[in-house]
């Protein structure tokens, strides 16, 4: 497609259930950046993928989070065992190179997290 | 302190007004990016700039590099503009980390 694309574009779980987010990037990039942004507050870096690999996961707000990318393209964050301060909403974004390049970031509709 | 600030917070104005909204930033950085992020969610990334200035239609985005500041100007405003306006810096200071601002909520009244 045009665009980064993400889904489901919400999701309301319970605590204690995992859930996995997709991202679908602008083919042809090779970075790809999660970001969360909670109710009332900016947006937060969680991870980033330069190709299949993380050379940064410090975001990641605990080691419920994890994320995975394979064939350079479609990436997956899973949250397990959720809780309600992971509502949040959830966004993805594409680059051409990674974060030691200046190239813009195109960034995805969002998936909209809600536990109950 | 946050290494990215923002002003003002929130800004009212009227249909055809020139409208200025700041950022400044305590860090060493390789590009600032500014997005706009629609009621609906949506963000989308508006310039990215690393010296000088850009313009791109109503929109102008210019940095002083060694006054750590930028400025995104919109001329001849909206009610399709209001919006949330982000300021982003990646810092070289944070190992090339993106630092966000808090944003500047633009409401254009008809």
């Known amino acids: 497609g045009a665009g980064v694309s993400q889904s489901p574009s919400n999701k309301v779980t319970e605590k204690g259930k995992d859930v996995e987010l997709r991202c679908d990037p602008i083919?042809?990039?090779?970075?790809l950046y999660w970001y969360r942004q909670s109710l009332g507050q900016g947006l937060e870096f969680l991870i980033y993928?330069?190709?299949?690999?993380?050379?940064?996961k410090s975001g990641l707000p605990s080691d419920r989070f994890s994320a995975e990318r394979t064939g350079g393209s479609v990436s997956t964050l899973t949250i397990q065992r959720t809780q309600q301060e992971d509502s949040a909403v959830y966004l993805c974004?594409?680059?051409?190179?990674?974060?030691?390049?200046?190239?813009?970031?195109?960034f995805g509709p969002g998936t909209r997290l809600t536990v109950l | 302190k946050n290494e990215v600030e923002q002003s003002p917070q929130n800004l009212t104005a009227q249909e055809g007004e020139f409208i200025t909204i700041n950022c400044s930033y305590s860090?060493?950085?390789?590009?600032l990016h500014w997005l706009q992020q629609h009621p609906g969610g949506g963000i989308v990334s508006l310039f990215m700039?690393?010296?000088g200035k850009k313009k791109h239609g109503r929109l102008i985005a210019t940095i002083n590099i060694q006054e750590k500041h930028s400025s995104l100007h919109i001329t001849a405003s909206h009610p399709r503009d209001s919006a949330v306006y982000i300021c982003?810096?990646?810092?070289?200071?944070?190992?090339?980390?993106?630092?966000f601002g808090k944003g500047t909520r633009l409401h254009i009244l008809p």
């Open positions: 974004a594409s680059s051409l190179a990674g974060m030691g390049s200046y190239n813009e970031q195109f």
């Open positions: 083919s042809g990039h090779t970075a």
């Open positions: 993928f330069q190709g299949n690999s993380a050379p940064d």
């Open positions: 860090v060493g950085i390789s590009a």
């Open positions: 700039l690393s010296s």
């Open positions: 982003a810096v990646r810092s070289w200071d944070r190992d090339d980390k993106i630092i």
